[in-house]
């Protein structure tokens, strides 16, 4: 099968105009087919401060009401989307934005409330894989924000390592599918004081006990869950890496 | 040749959403090839002033500061589009939405500073015909919103009546091009204070007269020059006209 590389980039990568840039340069240069999904950094947040939104966090996920909705919308699909796709144009890469509504991507459903009400948090459903690997085909690299829709016409918010997870996972029957979770560190971090301490591969029957140790915690806790779960859905490679893993073997590896 | 609507939208259309789900519901009802262009309505200006970004007008049109510009882009190509697109997935077209960036749909160059700088305001080089026509015999209904880019990197900022006709125009060698300039009113009015005094059709020799009488004025002058302009690179029939125009033969027909 022909190769395909899901790159999904976050945090500070798309803070900085320059680690963008720098990262840009790396997709830019991976000679097949490929994906990059992009979160929307803090921007967002800040947005938000400046228009008098109040953020609402709980366990680390944004709580998103319709005037967040708004903003998030704003920005992910606004202002970052469009940006890399200029950036990626630039650079001679035939970039294309996506939300999850346009050519109805990404189908989602509004997240159901139990013990927290999300507000309009979006859990994937389907993915429009037909339509997308004719963009592919075509030698369009899309560009996906953290937007996608009901199908009723309600966007919703949607957390972009899902989204790159969804993507890559949907793929796999057609493509030998890499799925690369891209962040500031070089990997996941055995000490997190320290940036060299990069674990080499995390085997599934380690996580639960690196988890127990309190080795692994906090946000880095549903990226990984995201990794396994993708190896189970049958992609064929997954790390975690840095802007140095994009065009080689460094970062962190996943093994069911 | 095949018919195609270009249909731009902007002023209260854009603004209110019962106003917008009437004209995407008679939009959706074009059952033949279609582009739908929107304007940003004052959303983008309200977000400036709560962002403490003061507006700058010069002559009805705004000038394009770097942070008007993220507004803007936020605006149009986030939160309007992504509505858009998403409402018309609701009624079931495939609706797909870009900025002049993806694809490298349409190239612009940054307005040359004469007399007036106004800042990155974009006017238009080139529309990717052939890209856009692939989209277009794939079933795909382009919704583009009022952002270009210079292939260096830049977005712009570009008049929606603008895109609306290079669209037209750049596709007139492939279909039978119909372009309706839609908005809050039946058509170009005799008289401002009378929404029923639409003009049934204007012909180019009778634009300079209506002019010099002060019957056509303001914002309506470059819109009829946009006409015109369409006319004179081959579109096929041109019209400003309201919601009812969409689907009937209301409106103000224009003539070379």
Chains 1, 2 share one sequence.
């Not at 699909?77 to 999850?100: E, P």
């Not at 990984?224 to 189970?232: D, G, H, K, R, T």
């Amino acid at each position: 099968m022909k190769p395909l590389t899901v790159l999904k980039i976050g945090g500070k990568l798309v803070e900085s105009e320059s680690e963008l840039n720098e990262v840009l340069q790396q997709f830019s240069k991976i000679n097949h087919t490929k994906i990059l999904v992009h979160g929307g950094g803090k921007m967002a947040t800040e947005i938000c401060e400046r228009l008098g939104i109040p953020p609402k966090m709980v366990n680390g996920r944004r709580i998103t009401d319709e005037k967040t909705l708004k903003v998030v919308t704003m920005v992910y699909a606004g202002w970052t989307n469009k940006l890399i796709v200029s950036q990626l144009q630039k650079i001679k890469t035939q970039a294309m934005g996506f939300s999850g509504a346009d050519g109805n991507m990404i189908l989602a459903k509004k997240r159901s409330v139990k013990e927290i009400d999300y507000g309009f948090a979006g859990d994937i459903q389907k993915v429009n894989v037909e339509g997308l690997n004719k963009w592919l085909l075509d030698g369009i690299t899309p560009v996906f924000c953290a937007i996608t829709h009901d199908g009723n016409g309600q966007l919703l918010n949607t957390n972009a390592d899902t989204i790159a997870t969804s993507l890559a996972s949907a793929l796999s029957s057609k493509y030998h599918v890499r799925l690369n979770f891209c962040f500031e560190k070089e990997g996941v971090l055995a000490n997190t004081a320290d940036d060299t301490s990069v674990f080499r591969m995390i085997q599934y029957d380690n996580f639960s006990k690196l988890q127990k140790q309190g080795i692994i915690k906090g946000g880095m806790i549903p990226k990984m869950e995201n990794a396994f779960q993708a190896l189970v859905a049958g992609v064929n490679e997954v790390k975690i890496c840095g802007i140095l893993g994009i065009n080689s073997d460094k970062g962190t590896h996943f093994y069911l």
